[in-house]
């Protein structure tokens, strides 16, 4: 949420855990936060898949639960997408 790039959305894939993740997500009270409970696949991939069709944006990046972003990485990368129609990934 710390992304200078302000108009994005962040899709929350809960891939079967056993943890309240929906709590955790509602306290960020904003509504670009959303989680999707998805029955449990067991890979990165399942979960980036079965959350796909929720996605309302041109773009889309993942960021594992053990990963983390510096604050200019989405601004960087769609602005690299909008200069150039010849860039596919970012």
């Given at each position: 949420m710390?992304?200078?790039?302000?108009n994005l959305e962040v899709l929350?894939?809960?891939?079967?855990?056993t943890e309240d993740i929906a709590s955790?997500?509602?306290?960020?009270?904003?509504?670009?936060?959303?989680?999707?409970?998805l029955p449990h696949v067991g890979s990165a991939g399942g979960a980036r898949n079965?959350?796909?069709p929720f996605v309302h944006g041109e773009y889309c990046a993942f960021l594992d639960s053990d990963d983390e972003?510096?604050?200019?990485?989405?601004?960087?990368q769609t602005a690299v997408l909008r200069r150039d129609p010849d860039v596919a990934l970012a």
């Open positions: 710390a992304q200078t790039y302000r929350v894939a809960d891939d079967g855990s955790v997500v509602a306290r960020f009270g904003d509504e670009r936060v959303r989680h999707h409970r079965g959350v796909m972003w510096e604050p200019e990485k989405i601004a960087r």
